[in-house]
């Protein structure tokens, strides 16, 4: 089960949300993407939550913008790991109540959530769950973090 649901709100959302797939795609995770909307679409939103785990899908990021609903909705119905990206949309209070929509689920529906637009995060985190069970994927991580310690150590002979 290497395949990731990243679902948003709506389309504007797709610009944040793109980062989750780009770097998905880079760690050969199979990605499907669709808009689910809390407000417009709940009967679609209640299928994606409840069917998610026949689908094949390991973990599902949600972005969603202003009342942020869509990440809470989906961890209350699916019983996979649900990650929620807070996306600043222009209905939104400066992000916050995206922020605070996502992260302040009540007991026993838990949404990890990443910061305001920061669906590369979600991306990795998912990754990252799927490789707690899988060797390929946990070495792409691995070599992914590797990568990162390289760029501060090349940045650092930089200043030098």
């Known amino acids: 089960m290497n395949k990731v649901g990243v679902i ?90 995206s922020v605070l929509s996502i992260l302040q689920m009540p007991g026993g529906v838990p949404v990890a959530t990443v910061a305001l637009n920061g669906a590369k995060n979600a991306g990795i985190l998912a990754a990252q769950i799927i490789g707690s069970n899988n060797p390929q994927i946990l070495d792409k991580i691995i070599d992914y973090k590797d990568a990162l310690k390289q760029q501060v150590h090349e940045s650092a002979k930089d200043l030098k």
């Open 8 to 97: 948003m709100g709506s389309k504007s959302d797709l610009p944040v949300m793109q980062d989750a797939i780009n770097i998905l795609k880079d760690f050969n995770i199979t990605v499907e993407v669709d808009i689910v909307s809390a407000h417009r679409t709940p009967e679609k939103l209640f299928d994606y939550g409840k069917n998610a785990h026949t689908r094949g899908f390991a973990v599902i990021i949600a972005g969603a913008g202003g009342a942020a609903h869509l990440p809470g909705m989906i961890a209350s119905l699916s019983p996979l790991p649900v990650i929620g990206v807070p996306v600043k949309s222009s209905n939104s209070i400066d992000g916050w109540d």
